[in-house]
C-alpha cells in the first residue's frame, strides 16, 4: 500500500509559478516511479508528468512541456512538480499517482495508487 497527500495548489493568477508537492508513505518510495495527472470538470483524467525511480528519468506532456518540471527528493519520499508560466487552461485537480502497472505511463488506469488532489486554479 502507498499513501499520496497532496499539498500546494491554489489560485493564482496567469504566468506565476507554483509548485505541488506530493508526500508518499507505505512502500518503499525510492523504488517507485510516480506521476502528476490532472482533471478539469467534465474532461478525463489527463497525464501531465512521470518521473522514474531514480529521478533520472522524466517525462511531460506536450501541453507543459517546457514549462513544468517533476522531481522527487528519495530522502524525503515526495515528488514535486514545479509549474511556470501558468495558463488558465493549466486550472484543474492535480492528482499524484505512483506505481504503475505496465509502461503506458500516460494513462491513467495504469496507476495503482492515487492522492485526493489539490486544486489549481489559475485566473487570466
Known amino acids: 500500500q502507498v499513501r499520496l497527500v497532496e499539498s500546494g495548489g491554489g489560485l493564482v493568477q496567469a504566468g506565476v509559478s507554483l509548485r505541488l508537492s506530493c508526500a508518499a508513505s507505505?512502500?518503499?518510495?525510492?523504488?517507485?516511479?510516480m506521476a502528476w495527472f490532472r482533471q478539469s470538470p467534465g474532461k478525463e483524467r489527463e497525464f501531465v508528468a512521470h518521473?522514474?525511480?531514480?529521478?533520472?528519468?522524466?517525462y511531460y506532456a506536450d501541453s507543459v512541456a517546457g514549462r513544468f518540471t517533476i522531481s522527487r527528493d528519495n530522502g524525503k519520499n515526495t515528488v514535486y512538480l514545479r509549474m511556470n508560466s501558468l495558463k488558465p487552461e493549466d486550472t484543474a485537480v492535480y492528482y499524484c499517482?505512483?506505481?504503475?502497472?505496465?509502461?503506458?505511463?500516460?494513462?491513467?488506469?495504469?496507476?495503482?495508487?492515487w492522492g485526493q488532489g489539490t486544486q489549481v486554479t489559475v485566473s487570466s
Open positions: 518521473i522514474n525511480w531514480s529521478g533520472v528519468n522524466t
Open positions: 499517482a505512483a506505481h504503475p502497472r505496465g509502461t503506458d505511463y500516460n494513462k491513467w488506469r495504469v496507476w495503482d495508487y
Open positions: 507505505g512502500r518503499t518510495f525510492s523504488s517507485i516511479a
